[in-house]
């Protein structure tokens, strides 16, 4: 493993001279030295990128920063990760070629864990550290830090944000919203001061006296009933297993109660976008497939996301049960698919408009700088294929 990431060095010292030049030319002159992109014919689906092509025109290695530890949720990502990958557990970063489609493109992707792994938010780590080349960005994150770090985000993991609100549904059967809920209980917990339980708060669906803003992250329903924040993704399961008897959970979206933010996008430095260019037009797409390839045939990367995890050897844990029930829920609830056109991992126009115009007020009023801006300074389809589309 170490020959091969310094064979690529030394190809990634040419592919950085490519950027410096981009940053200074024109597109004309981006052209001229940047491989341009090569589309290969398949029978039965889109055209491809041809997954030689990215050692031409990217860093090596390719660095990704998520904002936690690996997940299902992650799955797109770690799907390019070729089976030579090493895992360094004090940085928390996982190692190895970017394959695509079972072809080495000639560069290396490094994957790092978030959370406890990282000092700042994803967005400051993505200013600080200039080999990051894309971070896990929320659209409300975004729209929070724009006026410091901007980003732009260019591919859209996941269509809707899994995160819930989610009670005990033998206590509450009756309950099958957000609101509802927050008329039986005594307390919706959050973690702090949450951009969409002020949203909830202003839109009268829940009582500004009932958000605890102290939830720590325990599966509160075994010892209290009260609602708190999740992941349907997780917790209805972890719910269901506790050794202590299982819980049924009810729960609703917190994008289907209004607060419709594109939960985890692949997002750039905005500032590096000229620079970017020639990678992200050949390897956007590479990445929309890949989501597809994994949600479509998970059991590969869902055993190097429990590799990982183990060799991380954290309080984390990850289970197979877990890792498929969370595929298989992200699929039962359309959080990984097309959304609203055919072409999949795009950014919508309509939804993404609607939503600043939603997000800017609750933001400035939690006393954020935030400027004026629209949709198109946070998100861009330039970089998408149009004609790649989850089956």
Request: one cysteine or more; proline letters at 6%.
């Amino acid at each position: 493993m170490g020959l091969h990431l310094t064979r690529r060095f030394a190809l990634a010292t040419s592919v950085a001279l490519i950027m410096l030049a981009a940053c200074g030319g024109s597109q004309e002159d981006v052209a001229d030295v940047a491989t341009t992109v090569v589309k290969t014919a398949t029978t039965d689906g889109p055209a491809l990128p041809d997954p030689n092509d990215l050692a031409g025109v990217c860093f090596s290695p390719l660095v990704v920063q998520t904002d936690w530890y690996p997940q299902a949720e992650h799955g797109g990502i770690y799907e390019l990760l070729g089976d030579d990958y090493v895992v360094d557990r004090e940085r928390g970063a996982t190692m190895g070629s970017l394959v695509f489609h079972g072809v080495d493109t000639g560069v290396d992707l490094e994957i790092r864990a978030g959370g406890p792994f990282i000092e700042s938010p994803v967005v400051t780590e993505m200013f600080l550290d200039g080999s990051i080349m894309f971070g896990y960005v929320g659209t409300d994150v975004a729209i929070s830090r724009y006026a410091d770090t901007p980003t732009l985000a260019v591919f859209n993991a996941l269509t809707l944000n899994p995160q819930v609100i989610l009670w005990d549904a033998t206590k509450h059967p009756a309950a099958k919203t957000i609101a509802d809920i927050a008329g039986e209980v005594k307390a919706i917990s959050v973690f702090g001061d949450r951009p969409f339980m002020r949203y909830f708060v202003a839109q009268g669906t829940v009582p500004a006296e009932k958000v605890d803003g102290n939830y720590k992250g325990s599966l509160l329903l075994a010892t209290d009933d009260v609602a708190h924040q999740g992941f349907a993704t997780s917790e209805p399961f972890r719910y269901s297993t506790l050794a202590s008897g299982p819980i049924t959970t009810g729960y609703q979206l917190i994008h289907d109660a209004g607060w419709t933010s594109y939960p985890q996008n692949l997002a750039i430095n905005k500032l590096r976008l000229d620079a970017l260019r020639p990678c992200l037009t050949n390897l956007v797409p590479m990445m929309q497939q890949a989501q597809i390839d994994f949600i479509t045939s998970p059991q590969r990367t869902i055993d190097v996301l429990l590799d990982v995890v183990t060799k991380f050897d954290t309080s984390w844990t990850q289970t197979p049960e877990l890792a498929s029930y969370a595929v298989e829920t992200m699929k039962s609830l359309n959080i990984v698919a097309n959304g609203m056109t055919p072409t999949f991992g795009d950014f919508e126009s309509p939804r993404l408009e609607e939503f600043v115009s939603r997000a800017v007020p609750i933001l400035r009023e939690q006393g954020l700088t935030i400027p004026d801006i629209v949709g198109a300074d946070l998100a861009s389809n330039e970089f998408i294929n149009p004609a790649i589309s989850l089956p």
